[in-house]
Each structure stands twice: as structure tokens, then as C-alpha cells.
């Protein structure tokens, strides 16, 4: 059974610097997604990830696949308050819709 | 293109009541996701319905029910309800296929609080 665990669970930054949250899985994940979370809001979907070595970035938000460590990062540059909220990762497999959640990884960008 | 939608967005039961809520999917995508989130024990999935039929189902109890319609839209139902159910429910919805980028999209959840 797929488990995802994420690090770290609080992220506080000072705007301006860089850092990474890590995403470990335990099997096979055919997908690798990012979703961000606003207080008392729904899931954003950011990224999708299937390949080793998959890399995407939209504006100050990279994410990366390395299938054999089965890691994934989110890369956070520059990071300005707007960044500020909950990241998850999730993995899933092909024939089955069922996302495995990490267990999120609260940012919160320090003006 | 309009999103997902949950209705209704907040509800309040007590204890042994029962609850259904409403779901309706993206404009074409026919799978519908359920999960749970509580700050206890994060995201779980409660089950996913394709074409009317339950495909997979997460590690939940037998109270927790759902269905799709035939126009997709999906409906989940909570029997007996107990404190622990208070939670966040959302829910996906994604074309379903083993498309290889097929991305679950979220509503904005219903928030369901039991006394």
C-alpha cells in the first residue's frame, strides 16, 4: 500500500529565501501530484509528475521526480507572502483514481 | 469552464443523525472522488465512482455510502453520525481514464460539524 510522507510539517521563511519540501512515497506511484491549500479553502492542483526526472515550474514553485530515490521536491524561490499555505503531496497509480496524501506542509512567508 | 461544486457548504448534525452531500463534476469528467480531512488524520480517501459504479473505496465504515448519477453527479451519505465525522469533506472529480496526466480537481468541500 502506497504511504507518502512529507517534511517538513511547519515551514516558516523570511520572504526572499529559497527552501524545499520533501516527498518521500513507499511503492510505485505512477503520479506524482502537488496541490496547495488556502485557510479554510479547497485544493489547488499545481503540478502532476509521471517520469523520473520530471521537473515543472510555474512562476517561483518548481516541483522534481526522481523515481528511484521515489522523492519528490517542491523548490519554493524568492518566496513573497502570496506563497504563504498548505502544501500536499499525493501519489496515485494508473486504474485507480485514489490520491495518497502526505501529510501536508504548512508555509507561512515572514514579510 | 465551470468547476467542481458541493452543496451544501456547511452543516451542522448531531450525534445519530444521518447526512447526505451533494456533488457535481467538471463539465465531461465522469469519476468523482470522495475524500475526508480532519486535522487529526489529514486527507483520506472514502471512495471513487465511475459511470455509476463504485470503482475503489478507502478504509471507512460501513455508514459511509455513496452514488453517481447517470449525468455524473455524485452523492455521499453519512448514517449514525458520530463526533468523530466532523471534518471537511471534498470532493474530485477527473476524466477518469488512465489519461496520463488525468488530474483530480476539488470542490470547495462541505464543512460538517456533529454535536
Known amino acids: 500500500e502506497l504511504k507518502v510522507e512529507q517534511n517538513p510539517l511547519f515551514l516558516s521563511m523570511q520572504e526572499g529565501k529559497n527552501y524545499t519540501i520533501y516527498c518521500n512515497y513507499s511503492?510505485?506511484?505512477?503520479?506524482l501530484y502537488w496541490y496547495r491549500q488556502d485557510p479554510g479553502k479547497s485544493l489547488e492542483s499545481l503540478f502532476v509528475l509521471l517520469s523520473n526526472g520530471a521537473v515543472k515550474q510555474e512562476g517561483r514553485l518548481m516541483a522534481s521526480l526522481d523515481t528511484k530515490a521515489r522523492l519528490s521536491t517542491l523548490h519554493i524561490t524568492a518566496a513573497v507572502h502570496d506563497l504563504s499555505a498548505t502544501y500536499f503531496c499525493a501519489g496515485s497509480n494508473f486504474g485507480n483514481e485514489k490520491l495518497t496524501f502526505g501529510t501536508g506542509t504548512r508555509l507561512t512567508i515572514i514579510p | 469552464k465551470a468547476g467542481v461544486t458541493q452543496t451544501p457548504r456547511y452543516l451542522i448534525k448531531t450525534r445519530g443523525q444521518q447526512v447526505t452531500l451533494s456533488c457535481s463534476p467538471i463539465?465531461?469528467?465522469?469519476?468523482v472522488s470522495w475524500y475526508q480531512q480532519t486535522p487529526g488524520q489529514g486527507l483520506q480517501f472514502l471512495f471513487e465512482y465511475f459511470s455509476e459504479t463504485q470503482r475503489n473505496k478507502g478504509n471507512f465504515p460501513g455508514r459511509f455510502s455513496g452514488r453517481q448519477f447517470s449525468n455524473s453527479r455524485s452523492e455521499m451519505n453519512v448514517s449514525t453520525l458520530e463526533l468523530g465525522d466532523s471534518a471537511l469533506y471534498l470532493c474530485?472529480?477527473?476524466?477518469?481514464?488512465?489519461?496520463?496526466?488525468?488530474?483530480?480537481?476539488f470542490g470547495p468541500g462541505t464543512r460538517l460539524t456533529v454535536l
Open positions: 511503492t510505485t506511484s505512477d503520479r
Open positions: 463539465s465531461g469528467h465522469r469519476s
Open positions: 474530485a472529480s477527473s476524466q477518469g481514464r488512465d489519461f496520463l496526466t488525468d488530474t483530480q480537481y
